[in-house]
């Protein structure tokens, strides 16, 4: 790998319970592979969620502020704060401003992982090409609220929708994906290129080179985060993102402090 790979600005830490590592250990990774710059963007906790299997309880919050003061500490690259945010309604009203209040963040993603695409398997005789259509047009609208909300600075894994494996006809995306896609331009919020698709049945990044090539109609900026689990998957398949970025016409990618972002060559 060379000195000029993008910061890595989505990793997890074994607070999440699916996860393994603390935020030094990845920030090791990134300096070891020449990336010079990390966010932390553990899952936020979710109210009244005692015993939580896959995100950090209320409870741990500090400690994990604490982890990444840690890493930022250490010196071995630049670690940034963040946080992802999962998009629920019934959490945008009060619960999510006030975490987002309860720190200096850098960063906030917002992203969704409930849908019928979570629990799909290879060949599942559930997707017929309606089940499919109605999938991909709910998620699609979601993601445009969940940018009309506001709260968030960047949308992780834009098209986790195809998670399994199972991609929708470009016709139909060109149908529902463009008004999100205006919702966020209007917003002024950046889209991340995430490696993990690369890892997934999907088999590639998240979003498509199709989706990327509309998002560089609407000049959305552009992030690039391995969704890393585990350090050795820091700036993983940053590679190939970095070509898709640029077969879609993208020069620069979104540097973020303090919830604001500046232009950076890549
Ligand atoms: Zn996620
Ligand atoms: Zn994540």
């Known amino acids: 790998m060379t000195a000029t790979l993008p910061a890595d600005t989505h990793t997890h830490t074994a607070l999440c319970r699916h996860a393994g590592g603390v935020p030094l250990d990845y920030a090791r990774a990134a300096a ?17 969620d005692p015993a939580p299997a896959i995100r950090m309880t209320a409870d741990e919050f500090p400690r994990y502020l604490e982890l990444v003061r840690e890493a930022q500490q250490a010196g071995l690259c630049e670690v940034l704060l963040g946080i992802e945010a999962d998009y629920q309604r019934d959490l945008i009203g009060e619960h999510i401003p006030r975490l987002l209040a309860a720190a200096d963040f850098d960063l906030v993603l917002g992203s969704i992982h409930t849908g019928p695409f979570w629990d799909l398997g290879p060949n599942d005789p559930n997707a017929t090409p309606e089940f499919v259509a109605q999938m991909n047009r709910t ?48 917003t002024g919020m950046a ?30 900026p552009i992030v690039f985060g391995s969704d890393a689990h585990n350090p050795d998957d820091v700036g993983q398949h940053f590679e190939p993102a970095v070509a898709l970025a640029r077969a879609a016409g993208y020069t620069h990618y979104a540097a973020f402090r303090k919830r604001r972002f500046t232009l950076r060559p890549f």
């Open 32 to 48: 070891a592979r020449g990336i010079k710059e990390i966010a932390c963007t553990e899952h936020i906790p979710f109210p009244n």
């Open 139 to 186: 998620y699609y609208q979601r993601m445009k609220e969940m940018a009309q909300t506001g709260l968030y600075d960047i949308c992780a894994h834009f098209d986790l929708v195809k998670r399994a494996g199972i991609h929708a006809p470009t016709a139909l995306l060109a149908e529902i994906v463009p008004p999100a896609l205006d919702a966020v331009a209007a």
């Open 191 to 220: 889209i991340e290129i995430n490696t993990s698709g690369f890892r997934h049945r999907a088999g590639e990044a998240y979003p498509s080179l199709t989706i990327l090539g509309w998002m560089k109609e609407r000049d959305i």
